[in-house]
């Protein structure tokens, strides 16, 4: 997967280590105009002034328009600027008599001393514009629960030093925390990305919650640092979360025991080179498109129960862990007829109509799990590389297989097998590719009980009734034949036909026919007894 780049990026701001402090930025003393500190009666002021100042400029057609995104009205609670603007305005030049008036058509830049520890909580606030957050120092607890961010935000090399909290928060514009410190918990609970998320080189130091969260276009998580340092029964929590666009996790570490249970992952996902050094669940994962875990290091034991694979993922190269789980079942991996229709072209699904039903905070998981029929036309059709596709298959299958085989789970290590076999088949010279099949076909590659009985059965019962047409033998012997050819080991020619005349006064035609039937069953008994070998575990 190609990398994911920010289309809304800017040139590096170089560090101003001459900022003023909080209590000298007009964005600051505007969200705290009623006091700082933990109290909710202030902290409710704050928010109602703020929301009121951040809202004066929005036309009824525009709060309209927004309100039909998300569907939700954020605007109920806020108040008419009119009513309090005399007051906030009073309040304002009191705290910063030498400052203008901040305009909230303007630029919200929130840039104060990186090394003043102010308290912070943006709880239910309103962010008309873009807002800068960046390289400021969170020396204390911090709060954005229920914040609604209309246009980008950026908290670029920002340090969380304590507990930080953005639950159900709304980013309806680009979001950027790259190399970013969280030195605590975090949580993203229920929060809404709209658009692209960066947390590329961001170090999480205690434990991280996506739990829930939609990111409705692409994230890029590269090189990301999930940590472990405060406390070590940490965990990163991304289950029930919501992939709607691309998902980068190139050569993130994780040190802490991490869950995608239950995500979704609605196009490409990307776990190249990453580190899992505790345990990682997978359990009732959901990957669309393709997920791609080449040369990825599992070194904890890793499940994937009952994932749900659309595409096979990429394991080649990985390391897989002793003690991987996974579903050997045909409801939780692709059929044949996928492997087929991918070497010639496959639909990418898009994610277009899928952000906007999201925005509006109404994408469930059985709503995923029917997007493609309600996409299909809108879907973008990608071409696939006939070669290296099958092969990466085969290669990913073969590392399953051989990590099951060492577990002592032979179904499972049967299973990739034959999965393994179909890939390969796709690859394989003509005349090699029908030999594929035929074992498929007549075999299922040494697992089936019931073809190799089946073909016996209707090679006794043709040849059976070819002998009883040519006339040559008295009545019953026919089948008596048939069977002896079948099983030819046992000796049966001698028993039901102890007169050598018999059989050798037969013609040319019917001779040819007794040793074809003889060399068909021989092949057919030798692969029901390697079905049985392999379905009973016998030595």
């Given at each position: 997967m190609?990398?994911i ?18 209590s000298?930025n ?13 109290d909710?009666?202030t902290h409710?002021?704050n ?10 400029n ?7 328009e ?8 954020i605007f109920k609670?806020?108040v008419?600027w ?20 901040p305009?909230p058509d303007d ?6 001393s990186?090394?003043?520890p102010?308290?912070t909580?943006f ?6 514009n ?6 400021i ?11 609604i961010?209309?246009y980008?935000?950026?908290?670029e ?5 304590s ?5 159900n ?5 680009g979001?950027?925390f790259?190399n970013?410190?969280f ?9 809404v990305f709209?658009?692209?998320?960066s947390f ?10 996506f739990i829930?969260a ?9 090189n ?6 405060t406390?070590?029964?940490s965990?990163?929590?991304?289950s ?6 691309e998902v ?5 570490i994780?040190?802490t ?6 995500s979704v ?12 050094k505790?345990p990682?669940n997978?359990?009732?994962a ?5 997920v ?6 599992f ?8 994932a749900n ?9 990985a ?11 045909d ?6 007829g ?5 070497i010639q072209?496959f639909?990418?699904r898009r994610?277009?109509?899928l ?13 995923i ?5 309600r ?10 590389n006939?070669?290296d596709a ?9 590392n ?14 049967h ?13 394989a010279?003509?005349y090699?590719?029908w ?5 498929d076909?007549?075999f299922?590659?040494?697992h089936s ?11 006794w ?22 069977f ?20 050798g006064g ?9 040793g ?14 390697l079905?049985?070998r392999?379905r009973?575990?016998?030595?």
């Open positions: 190609t990398d780049e920010d289309p809304t990026s800017e040139p590096e701001k170089p560090e101003d280590t001459g900022r003023k402090p909080a000298k007009p964005l600051y003393v505007l969200a705290t105009l009623y006091g700082e500190g933990d909710f009666g409710i002021e928010r109602l002034a703020w929301n009121a100042w951040a809202c004066q929005l036309t009824p057609t525009e709060k309209k927004i309100t039909r995104k998300i569907n939700r009205d609670d806020v008419e009119s009513s309090i603007k005399e007051d906030v305005v009073r309040r304002f030049k009191e705290r910063l008599a030498e400052a203008s008036f305009r630029g919200i830049e929130f840039i104060w990186p090394r003043e102010s308290p909580s709880d239910g606030f309103i962010f008309p873009f807002a800068d957050f960046c390289h120092n969170f020396a204390k607890y911090t709060s954005f629960n229920s914040a961010f209309l980008r935000v950026d908290f090399s920002a340090n969380f030093n507990y930080a909290k953005f639950s928060t709304l980013f309806m514009g979001v950027v790259m970013a410190n030195d605590s918990s975090l949580t993203f609970r229920s929060s709209c658009e692209y998320a590329r080189d961001v170090k999480f130091k205690g434990s991280a919650s829930g939609k990111f409705l276009s692409s994230v890029d998580f590269r990301a640092h999930f940590q472990a340092l406390n070590f029964t965990y990163t929590h991304f029930h979360t919501v992939f709607a666009g980068n996790f190139d050569e993130a994780f040190d025991s991490a869950s995608f249970r239950s992952f609605c196009e490409s996902a990307s776990f190249r080179d990453s580190v899992f505790r990682i997978f359990t009732d959901r990957f669309e498109p393709s791609d875990f080449r040369n990825a290091d070194q904890a034991p890793t499940n994937f129960m009952d694979f659309i595409t096979y993922p990429n394991f080649v190269g390391v897989l862990h002793s003690k991987t789980l996974v579903t050997a079942s409801k939780f991996w692709p059929d044949r996928w492997l087929k229709s991918f072209k639909d990418w994610s277009k109509t952000r906007e039903a999201g925005v509006r905070m109404l994408l469930s998981r059985d709503e799990e029917k997007s493609p029929k996409l299909a036309k809108e879907d973008a059709v990608h071409e696939a006939p070669v099958p092969e990466s298959i085969a290669l990913s299958c073969a399953l297989r051989h990590n099951m085989a060492a577990q002592g789970l032979p179904d499972e290590a299973f990739f097998f034959r999965r393994e076999m179909w890939a390969r088949a796709l690859t010279a003509w090699e590719r030999l594929y099949r035929i074992y076909w007549v299922s590659f040494g009980l019931i073809k190799p009985i089946a073909w016996l059965g209707l090679l019962l043709v040849c059976a009734g070819l002998f009883a047409t040519s006339g040559s033998l008295e009545h019953g012997k026919w089948a008596l034949l048939s002896a050819n079948t099983f030819s080991f046992f000796g049966f020619h001698k028993i039901f036909f102890a007169d050598p005349e018999t059989l037969l013609s040319g035609e019917l001779q040819f026919l007794i074809a039937q003889i060399i068909l069953s021989f092949i057919l008994l030798f692969f029901l007894g079905a049985l392999n009973f575990r016998l030595t």
